[in-house]
């Protein structure tokens, strides 16, 4: 009954071309809840990355990137209302026939007044997608949603699923696997060659950079996660090739605080944007 209400208490309140649309509900004394949305005829990201609908391959890198844009705006826009979706995934981001992003699922979407640093709850989400430090301290921050939103980016740029038990047992969660990549620089062992990595210098460029956008977003220390709006606009230079190198550093210098945490693998990386331009 909770996720009921919560989910329309919170789908009244916002309009966003990316956010699923709710159209009406039954009554909370009816024998069944139901909830009536705008219907998205083209399944879920996860069905098209590594579903059923994967092996159809028209998730071209293009599509993906447009994919992710679309899903940090809905985010962002979440954020700026005061709202933490608490369950980004892949499964709640569903497509419509031009693979246009609708984000859903907000049921166990929190309220987060500005006036707090964080909202004290027991983890809620999925395996896979819960930011650690929430999953450790109980404390529930926007940065849970963009830790969520780097394990998308990197399903986004590897076909990968977030859990995978077929994996060595340090790389089952997808956030470990593409972090151990990351911090080697080894792109080629991470991303889909499917999408032309390997054959075309622009997305080779391109899906390097949204790792590395990914990698800052699964920091352990919050901190030194970028903000959703921040998200937003490097995937959007990142699309319109204005990504460079100035601007990569820019972005991880904005995150690295006085004293940087000992524990943060920041201390031990620096961006790949050199080793990129000598290769390529």
């Known amino acids: ?80 209302s005061d709202i933490i979706h608490c369950d980004v995934k892949t499964n709640n981001i569903l497509l419509d026939q031009s693979f246009s992003v609708k984000v859903a699922d907000f049921g166990i979407s929190r309220l987060f007044p500005n006036d707090v640093s964080h909202i004290s709850t027991a983890p809620r989400g999925t395996p896979g997608y819960i930011d650690p430090k929430y999953h450790e301290c109980y404390q529930l921050t926007i940065k849970s949603d963009v830790y969520s939103f780097g394990v998308v980016l990197v399903e986004l740029i590897s076909s990968m699923p977030a859990v995978d038990m077929k994996r ?36 080779w460029e391109m899906t390097s950079s949204v790792a590395e956008l990914a990698f800052l977003c699964l920091q352990t220390d919050r901190d030194m ?27 991880l210098l904005n995150q690295v605080k006085s004293q940087p945490s000992p524990n943060s693998v920041t201390d031990k990386w620096t961006t790949c944007s050199s080793t990129i331009a000598n290769t390529k």
């Not at 809840?33 to 998730?59: C, F, Q």
């Not at 997808?174 to 062992?189: H, S």
């Not at 709006?229 to 190198?245: H, M, R, Y």
Request: with cysteine.
């Open 1 to 80: 009954m909770q996720q009921f209400v919560n989910e329309i208490e919170i789908l009244t309140r916002l309009r966003h071309t990316n956010l699923v649309t709710l159209y009406g509900c039954t009554s909370r004394r009816s024998r069944e809840l139901i909830l009536v949305y705008e219907y998205i005829p083209n399944g879920t990201l996860a069905d098209h990355l590594h579903g059923d609908r994967a092996k159809n391959r028209s998730l071209t890198w293009p599509v993906r990137l447009n994919i992710a844009i679309e899903t940090a705006g809905a985010l962002a826009y979440l954020h700026a």
């Open 168 to 203: 060595h047992s340090q790389e089952i969660n997808l956030a470990n696997f593409a972090i151990n990549k990351i911090v080697k620089c080894a792109f080629n062992e991470l991303i889909d060659p499917s999408l032309g990595f390997d054959s075309d210098s622009k997305i």
């Open 225 to 251: 996660r970028p903000t959703m709006a921040e998200v937003l606009d490097t995937l959007k230079e990142i699309q319109t090739s204005e990504f460079d190198n100035e601007k990569r550093a820019k972005l």
